[in-house]
């Protein structure tokens, strides 16, 4: 079992900035690949960044290129999305999440989100 807790979401105008984290416990946390995943209100959840236990691989979503870098902390557990330039189409609560195992693996912990409002 793997126990996600995210922090850093907040209120924030257009072209700012935030930066999310994510503390897990449970597991060994370089064994495992981490993403991050938003929700806007009446949309689908849909993927943002994943980064591999290591941290030796990245992907992004195409929207949130040049903008969004995920990286990860294996001493601290934890694992961060430093979010810039950011546009109203951000707003969205924003969650963790560990895969079963490293890159590739299936998503199967996750975290209980936290609220990303952008203003315009």
């Known amino acids: 079992q793997v126990q996600l807790v995210e922090s850093g979401g907040g209120l924030v105008q257009a072209g700012g900035s935030l930066r999310l984290s994510c503390a897990a416990s449970?597991?060994?946390?370089?064994?495992?690949?981490m993403g991050w995943f938003r929700q806007a209100p009446g949309k689908e959840r849909e993927f943002v960044a994943s980064?591999?236990?290591?941290?030796?691989?990245?992907n992004s979503a195409n929207s949130v290129k040049g903008r969004f870098t995920i990286s990860r902390d294996n001493a601290k557990n934890t694992v961060y999305l430093q979010m810039n330039s950011l546009k109203p189409e951000d707003t969205a609560i924003y969650y963790c999440a560990a895969a079963y195992g490293d890159w590739g693996s299936e998503y199967g912990y996750w975290g209980q989100g936290t609220q990303v409002t952008v203003s315009s």
């Open positions: 980064i591999s236990g290591s941290g030796g691989s990245i």
């Open positions: 449970g597991r060994t946390f370089s064994t495992y690949a």
